[in-house]
Structures are given as structure tokens and as C-alpha cells.
Nanobody, 119 residues
């Protein structure tokens, strides 16, 4: 079992930045692909970004390209999401998730952290 806990959300003005963290416990994150997803009110959950277990490969949704950066520190069992140039439409609950590289579906999810971008 992997337990994931997100932190770092909050209220920020449009154009500002936030850094989210996802701390894992229960098992090392080695061999796990880590992803960030978000869900805005009244909308379906959407993929934001993912990173391979080595950190050598990343995949970004178009909405995140050029503004968001995912990174990981396997020694600390933590994944980060640096979000810059935030827009109103980035307002959502952000969840981190983990899956083994051999699987397509994410097996473990965090509770989420709220990000609110104001004008």
C-alpha cells in the first residue's frame, strides 16, 4: 500500500506561483510513475502531468505545458509540482497518484489539495 498526502495548495492571484508536494509513505516510490490530476467544480477529473520513476521522462497536458514543472525526489519519497503563471482556470483540487510502470491505471490516490486562483 502507498499512502499519498498532498500539500502546498492555497489562494493565489492570477499570474502567481505555487509549489505542490506529494509525500508518499508505506512503500518506496521507486518503480512508480507519479502523476498529478485535477478536478474543478462541476468538471471531470483531468490529467495534468506525469513523471517516470527515474524522472527521465515526463508527460504534460497541453494546459500545463510551459507553465508547470513536475519533479521527484525518490530519496525523500516526494513528488513536486511547480506551477507558474497561474490562471483562473487552474482553480481545482489537485491530486497526486501513483501507478507501477507496468500498469496503465493509477492505483493510489491522495486526498487532494485545493488551489484557488483569483483575479
Amino acid at each position: 500500500q502507498v499512502q499519498l498526502v498532498e500539500s502546498g495548495g492555497g489562494l493565489v492571484q492570477a499570474g502567481g506561483s505555487l509549489r505542490l508536494s506529494c509525500a508518499a509513505s508505506g512503500r518506496t516510490l521507486s518503480r512508480y510513475v507519479m502523476g498529478w490530476f485535477r478536478q474543478a467544480p462541476g468538471k471531470e477529473r483531468e490529467f495534468v502531468v506525469a513523471i517516470s520513476w527515474t524522472g527521465g521522462s515526463t508527460q504534460y497536458a497541453d494546459s500545463a505545458k510551459g507553465r508547470f514543472t513536475i519533479s521527484r525526489d525518490n530519496a525523500k519519497n516526494t513528488v513536486y509540482l511547480q506551477m507558474n503563471s497561474l490562471k483562473l482556470e487552474d482553480t481545482a483540487v489537485y491530486h497526486c497518484a501513483a501507478r507501477l510502470e507496468s500498469r496503465h491505471l493509477y492505483d493510489y490516490w491522495g486526498q487532494g489539495t485545493q488551489v484557488t486562483v483569483s483575479s
